[in-house]
Structures are given as C-alpha cells and as structure tokens.
C-alpha cells in the first residue's frame, strides 16, 4: 500500500520567506494524481495545486509545484501573512490518499 | 459556484451510527466524484470513502470496509455517509469534498477536490 510521506513536519519561517515542502511517495504516483491543500484552524482544506504543477483556480503565483513519480515539491516563494497553515499533499483518484501534513509557522 | 452544504454536529453514543449530509447548492452532481474525509482532533486528513453518482457504485478505504456507507440521490443532489459501531476514536470533523471527473468510455479522470463542505463535527461518548 502506498504511503506518502510530509517532510518537514514544521517549517518555521519569517514572512517573506521562502518554504520548500517535500512530499515523498513509496511508490510512483501515475499520471502526476499529486495534489496540494492548505489548511487553516477550523477551517476546511482548499486545494492549491492538482496534476503536481496545476495551480488550482484563483491560486497566486507565489504557490507553485513539482515534480513526478515519487518525489514532489510544494513551493511558496514569499511567505504573507495568510500562508502560515498546514500543508497536505494527497494521491488524489479513485483510492485518495493523504499525506501527514506540515505546518508552516511564524518563525 | 457549486456550494456543499453538510448536516448540523451530532453527539452520538459508543455502538450507536451516524447519518451525515452533504447537498451541492448552486449546481447538481453531474461530473463529480464525491469523498468524505474526517480529521479527527488535532490529526490529519484521512479518505474514508467516495461516489460518483452518476455512475452510483461506491468505494471505501479498507479501514472502514462494513461500517460506512455512501450513497447518493441524484434528484436532490444530496449524499450521505452513514458510519455505523461508533467508537471514541470517530470523533472526528466529517467533511464530504468533490472532485470534478471526465469519464471516457471505461476510463475516468480525476482533477482533486475543489470544493468543500464546511464539515460536521461528530462526537462519540459513552
């Protein structure tokens, strides 16, 4: 069974800043089914990215993804205000799957 | 825009069941997949299953395999999760999401969930 796994746990940055998060799967997701949410307190997830570099419908420019196979990364160029959440890639299909999640805190 | 609303919170007790709804406002379950995900307290996003109503067969992950079901009504574009032999460790939010699909023939086509309902916080106690 596939396991996708978040690293860091906790990204811990300034604003302005730029997070780099890996998702790292252990086995090859096909047909780039990666996607990226965000989450924020008592709030529900909001897709970011879909086909691993897809930015999702009114998404800024700032979040941006990579990568294929087993290895993916979530971008953010320059942290704002909003940004600090938690993080969640997901094998999205027929079987979703997610990933454990980072946080990207306020340094 | 598509809008999923869910139920209102529920508090169950242990060995009990739960029915959750989700009714798309503003557009109908054409083209779509939808998912129920709960996060339980402090925890992270877990898929407990989906359906495409149009198509009407569900699928479960394995964890919840004989005790949830999904289903969907069409004519009223509203889906249900029933989680049934509550325990401590469902308290959890439920929230149902959808994922636009292209089906071609045998062959659907998945894009992530873009819309969300607001979630239903289900508690389980004895």
């Known amino acids: 069974e596939i396991v996708l796994t978040q690293s860091p746990g906790t990204l811990s940055l300034s604003p302005g800043g730029r997070a780099t998060l890996s998702c790292r799967a252990s086995q090859s997701i096909s047909d780039s089914y990666l996607a990226w949410y965000q989450q924020k307190p008592g709030q529900a997830p909001r897709l970011l990215i879909y086909?691993?570099?897809i930015r999702a419908t009114g998404i800024p420019d700032r979040f941006s993804g990579s990568g294929s196979e087993t290895d993916f990364t979530l971008t953010i160029s320059r942290l704002e205000p909003e940004d600090f959440a938690v993080y969640y890639c997901q094998r999205y299909g027929s079987s979703p799957l997610f990933g454990g999640g980072t946080k990207v805190e306020i340094k | 825009q598509v809008q999923l609303v869910q139920s209102g919170a529920e508090v169950k007790k242990t060995g009990s069941s739960v029915r959750v709804s989700c009714k798309a406002s503003?557009?109908?379950?054409?083209?779509?997949?939808l998912s129920w995900v709960r996060q339980a307290p402090g925890d992270g996003l877990e898929w407990m299953g989906g359906i495409i109503p149009i198509l009407g067969t569900p699928k479960y992950a394995q964890k919840f395999q004989g005790r949830v079901t999904i289903t969907a009504d069409k004519s009223t574009s509203t889906a249900y999760m029933e989680l049934s032999s509550l325990r401590s460790e469902d308290t959890a939010v439920y929230y149902c999401?959808?994922?636009?699909?292209?089906?071609?023939?045998?062959?659907?086509?998945?894009?992530?969930?873009?819309?969300w309902g607001q979630g239903t916080t289900v508690i389980v106690s004895s």
């Open positions: 999401a959808r994922d636009p699909v292209t089906i071609l023939g045998t062959s659907i086509y998945y894009n992530g969930m873009d819309v």
């Open positions: 503003g557009g109908s379950f054409s083209n779509f997949a």
């Open positions: 086909g691993a570099s």
